[in-house]
C-alpha cells in the first residue's frame, strides 16, 4: 500500500482566486490520478499525472483551469484557477500501485475539502 | 466507454446482519478489474476488496465477498456480520489495465447505515 497525505486538507477561498492542493507519497510511484468529488457525488478523473510528462486531461477538464505539476515520484500538485462557487467540491489524489500481488490497485489520500463563497 | 451502476441510493442494515450491495457495469473488454471502496463520513477513500474479471472464483476479504457474475456484468458486494464501523458510502468502481494510466470509472455509490 501506500500512504498519501494531501494538504490543504480544507479551505474557504472567494471567488475569483487559485487554491494548489498538495498531494505527497512516501514512495515513489509513476502514475497519480487527481478525482472531483462534488457534494454527495462520485469520483470524477480530473487528470493523470505521469512524472517528467505533461498531465492528461479528461474530458471536460482543462490545463488552464487544473494546471497540475509532476516535479518528482512523490509529489504532485493541483490547482484550482480562478475559482467560482462551482468548484465547491472534495479533490481527491490517487496514486496506481503495481506489483507485489496487488497489481493495479488505487490508493486515495484523505481529500482536500474546497468551499469557495 | 465503461459506466458502472449501483442502483441503490441508501440502504440499512442492523448490526450482525447481513446485506448485499449491487453493481453493474457495461463493457466490452475481457480483460478488466472491479473494485469496492469504502469512504466513511468525511474520513479516507479505501480499499475493501478487488476481483479480476479472468478469475472464476469470487473474491473474498473476512466479512466482506463479492459474488461477480461476468456474463451478466454483475459485481455484488455482501457484507456478512455487519458492525457499526460498516457505515459508509460505498462504490463500485471498474478499471481497464493499461500499460500506461489505468483509470478507475466510478458508480454514483451506496450509501450504508448500519443501526443498533
Known amino acids: 500500500s501506500a500512504v498519501i497525505s494531501q494538504k490543504p486538507s480544507r479551505d474557504i477561498c472567494q471567488r475569483g482566486t487559485s487554491l494548489t492542493i498538495q498531494c505527497q507519497v512516501d514512495?515513489?510511484?509513476?502514475?497519480m490520478f487527481w478525482y472531483r468529488q462534488q457534494p454527495g457525488q462520485s469520483l470524477t478523473l480530473i487528470a493523470t499525472a505521469n512524472q517528467g510528462s505533461e498531465a492528461t486531461y479528461e474530458s471536460g477538464f482543462v490545463i488552464d483551469k487544473f494546471p497540475i505539476s509532476r516535479p518528482n515520484l512523490t509529489f504532485s500538485t493541483l490547482t484550482v484557477s480562478n475559482m467560482s462557487p462551482e468548484d465547491s467540491s472534495i479533490y481527491l489524489c490517487s496514486v496506481e500501485i503495481r506489483g507485489g500481488g496487488r497489481a493495479n490497485e488505487q490508493f486515495f489520500g484523505p481529500g482536500t475539502r474546497l468551499t469557495v463563497l | 466507454a465503461q459506466t458502472v451502476t449501483q442502483s441503490q441510493p441508501e440502504m440499512s442494515v442492523q448490526e450482525a446482519e447481513t446485506v448485499t450491495l449491487s453493481c453493474t457495469y457495461d463493457?466490452?473488454?475481457?480483460?478488466?478489474?472491479l473494485f469496492w471502496y469504502k469512504q466513511p463520513p468525511s474520513r479516507q477513500m479505501i480499499l475493501v476488496i478487488r476481483q479480476e474479471a479472468y478469475k472464476q472464483q469470487n473474491a473474498t476479504e473476512n466479512r466482506f465477498s463479492v459474488n461477480f457474475q461476468k456474463a451478466a456484468k454483475s459485481f455484488s458486494l455482501k457484507i456478512s456480520d455487519s458492525q457499526l464501523g460498516d457505515t459508509a458510502m460505498y462504490f463500485c468502481?471498474?478499471?481497464?489495465?493499461?500499460?500506461?494510466?489505468?483509470?478507475?470509472?466510478f458508480g454514483t455509490g451506496t450509501r450504508l447505515q448500519v443501526t443498533l
Open positions: 514512495s515513489q510511484v509513476t502514475m
Open positions: 463493457t466490452s473488454e475481457n480483460n478488466y478489474y
Open positions: 468502481a471498474f478499471m481497464k489495465p493499461t500499460g500506461t494510466a489505468s483509470k478507475l470509472t
